[in-house]
């Protein structure tokens, strides 16, 4: 197609993720969201224009720019291409209300074609998005959520860990562990490894090199001495994970709905070998699980008082705060303000849904740097012998370094320098100060933006479908997925292809409910 495909997804990691892959491809994209600078936006705006790229992905939040606005009706665009397409409808179970705006920009581009995207919806979810981004006619295609190779099991015990090392014992090849929270994703990495498994854990908090250097050593095995067999993890472990011969995936905790269990379950065997999707359950969590309604949805009250004390903590009066950010770390927060942690991260959420605020949980970004130089003023400048070599390692590693910002490993050119990191980041900071180039560093910080100006707590208006529908609707699939892990009637691949309103379903025949049935003939 000639020109540039829009692409709207949520998370900055997930655009960054892509646009490293189409480059590796030899594909142009770029991608702008909240943290570039202005020069920066302008630069890649730039390059979609005179540049020739293809791709440019943005975040929902970015549609509602009138300076975009603008700007995107210079760009060519022949394709508009949604991501997480099911975040668009108010049924689904991830809604973000920024997506809305979504339809709003067909009016700016009226005959270029609209493509949306997701992994998991509904009937009910799949018209919505239809009529939330104004189709002009259904056209849906969707494949069967049934997979022949793959057999969902559940496994009721109050040994988790002896379960677990019986299905790696059992099922020999790689594996992904899934777990609710940060801690418990180190604490099981950690009981494997003194089981004498190869492990490691992944998670939001961990630095970009890390996470990077985790999941390349678990794509590798069992090729390499030093690979990892199993990754424990949260719902992070998501994006890049293209590793096919993947044999179990064992779901530690329970998700809260089908949607995210399929969605996880399904990195399993991509290659098409057996393999096998299992849910550990104790007999405590089925209580654990009702009890994060209370925790996903905190009553009015408690929603407003946490808007208070984020005002107050920010300092913003009444009548002011419009359009003002702040860098925010929530336990800090939670720690001066007398909060609970998970309540309050769910109150901020809600009042995002409602307009009063917008949260990002950042993801970790590398440093990156542009010359502020040209290239003639760069050869005639003087330079230490290692501020000589950094710079000629980023020329030869690095392309476009005196038009655009661009993102440095710097792991890779201190090792190469045989310099520390901390080494590195002052001869940056030194020629910065110098003029020739602009370096900006690495940085991890989730921010708390106001759309409105503050508001007295007594004037929320929170909606009624944000607070007690949606309430209901999440506690629905969360009854779904107790359903799920406690029946022992039904094929576990039936009630998961029903769910979607999947039709002409059959019996799987290697489930664990299947396979007890066949045993009992």
Same mark, same amino acid.
């Given at each position: 197609m000639d020109g540039l495909c829009l692409v709207v997804t949520p998370l900055i990691a997930l655009m960054q993720d892509q646009v490293l892959n189409l480059k590796a491809k030899g594909i142009k994209a770029t991608a702008i969201y909240t943290g570039l600078t202005a020069s920066e936006i302008q630069i890649r705006f730039e390059n979609c224009l005179f540049g020739d790229y293809k791709f440019l992905y943005v975040s929902p939040e970015r549609l509602q720019s009138e300076t975009f606005r603008k700007q995107l009706l210079k760009l060519k665009v022949c394709l508009l291409a949604i991501d997480e397409a099911h975040c668009i409808s108010q049924w689904g179970y991830d809604f973000r209300p920024q997506y809305l705006q979504i339809a709003s920009i067909r009016k700016q581009l009226p005959d270029v074609p609209v493509l949306a995207l997701t992994a998991t919806a509904t009937t009910e979810v799949v018209a919505d998005i239809q009529k939330q981004l104004s189709f002009k006619s259904s056209q849906v295609f969707r494949a069967s959520f049934y997979r022949a190779n793959l057999s969902y099991v559940v496994r009721h015990t109050d040994d988790k860990l002896k379960q677990l090392l019986? =299905? +790696?014992? *059992?099922?020999?090849? %790689? %594996? =992904?562990?899934?777990?609710r929270t940060r801690d418990r994703a180190k604490q099981v990495a950690q009981m494997l490894l003194d089981n004498n498994i190869s492990a490691s854990y992944y998670h939001a908090g961990l630095l970009r090199q890390e996470k990077q250097q985790r999941l390349e050593k678990w794509k590798q095995y069992p090729k390499t001495p030093d690979s990892i067999r199993v990754m424990v993890c949260t719902n992070a472990f998501g994006m890049g994970i293209d590793k096919p011969d993947v044999r179990t995936v064992v779901h530690w905790d329970t998700p809260d709905s089908a949607e995210a269990y399929f969605q996880e379950a399904g990195r399993v065997g991509r290659d098409g070998k057996k393999s096998y999707a299992v849910l550990l359950f104790d007999n405590k969590d089925e209580q654990k699980m009702r009890n994060r309604v209370s925790d996903t949805y905190p009553d009015e009250n408690f929603i407003k008082q946490v808007y208070q004390s984020l005002s107050d903590y920010y300092e913003i009066g009444i009548g002011s *705060? &419009?359009?003002?950010?702040f860098a925010f770390h929530l336990e800090q927060f939670c720690t001066e303000a007398h &909060? $609970? /942690?998970? $309540? @309050? +991260? %769910?109150a901020i959420g809600l009042l995002s849904q409602a307009g009063y605020l917008n949260y990002v949980e950042e993801t970790e970004t590398n440093p990156r740097i542009c010359f502020t130089i040209t290239k003639e003023e760069f050869y005639h400048h003087s /330079?230490? !012998?290692l501020q000589d070599r950094l710079l000629n390692l980023i020329m030869r590693y690095y392309t476009g370094v005196f038009s655009d910002f661009v993102y440095i490993n710097d792991y890779r050119l201190s090792t190469e320098l045989s310099i520390p990191e901390r080494e590195l980041n002052y001869q940056l900071v030194l020629l910065s100060r110098e003029g020739v180039l602009r370096y900006i560093p690495r940085a991890? @910080? $989730?921010?708390v933006n106001y759309p409105t100006e503050r508001v007295d707590i007594h004037d929320i208006r929170l909606p009624e479908f944000i607070v007690k529908t949606r309430k209901q609707q999440y506690a629905d699939r &969360?009854? /779904?997925? =107790?359903?799920?892990? @406690?029946? !022992?009637d039904i094929c576990r691949s039936r009630l998961l292809q029903e769910y979607f309103a999947e039709t002409g379903v059959k019996d799987c025949g290697v489930c664990d409910v299947c396979l007890k049935k066949r045993t009992n003939l």
């Open positions: 019986n =299905i +790696l014992a *059992g099922v020999q090849g %790689s %594996s =992904i562990v899934y777990v *705060g &419009l359009n003002h950010t &909060l $609970p /942690f998970v $309540p @309050t +991260l %769910s /330079f230490s !012998d991890k @910080t $989730p921010y &969360l009854e /779904f997925m =107790i359903k799920y892990a @406690t029946e !022992d």
